[in-house]
């Protein structure tokens, strides 16, 4: 047997993971224990036990980690990336709130996040969809408009060097993107659910994928629901971008931005500098919050 292997996952399956060796050559990684602590792109080090089977012996740290979660449980997103990329389209509809969580969940682990607005070939929703992106556009996070189908290059200089998680809801195209930007990918695409409105679930675990230009992508199955259970308050309030400048004018430190007298959040949506409906997402969150 030998000892100080590192690799990286680069695919989860519960109880078993595809490990990457600084070759490129993929292993099958098992944890010690019966725990799976253990995201897509996290660096661990290895002990091998046949040709293609090692052991996970030590879990290298991370830098971020991307999760959702509610009352019960946490599902691990990925690990150790440094940009999140949103993917929306014209059709099926997507969802406000679960942007917003998702925005909310990379701020507070200091990622760089950007809007894929996908099948704007279908003109007759594009309008709409920019509308209801504009407000977030107009916060600083960039919205890149494509056809995954026709011309992903607009998405490349955004993804050169950088370690990419791309979510979604399902039915996005997120899995059309992929095949797109990694020849030989063959990530499933299904038709999608129109008695729903949503797509079909066509990717069942996150994986990792080497960029021809450089950086790395991540897929991650398409969800409908971003829990934030695992966030304070005052963490929700950072990762509302918008809130930052106000939130020290505050009359009062522990101010919940509801009735308060001598809010500053309420000040600046009354000047038009907060959108409503972003507050109103922000109401949600915190009443539900921890501490």
Known sequence: MSTGLEGVVVAAFGR??????PDQSLITGFPLGKKSPYACGDRVMLQRSSADQAQIVRHLPRSSLLYRSDAFRQKLIVANATQLVLVVATDPSFSDELLTRALVAAETEGLRSLIVLNKIDLAEQLAA???RL???AGLGYPLIEL???????PLLPYLA???SVLVGQSGMGKSTLINALVPGAAAATREISAALDSGKHTTTHARLYRLEQGGTLIDSPGLQEFGLA????????????EFRP???NCRFRDCRHRTEPGCAIKAAIAKGKIDERRYEIFLRLGATARG
Do not use: K, M, N, P
Request: proline share 0%.
């Open 129 to 131: 969809s920019r509308r």
């Open 161 to 163: 060097g950088e370690c």
């Open 246 to 248: 106000h939130l020290v």
């Open 16 to 21: 078993h993971y595809e490990i990457e060796l």
């Open 134 to 136: 504009a407000t977030l």
């Open 230 to 241: 695992h966030l304070t308050r005052g963490a929700i309030e950072q990762g509302f971008v």
């Open 147 to 153: 056809c995954a189908r026709r011309d992903v290059v």
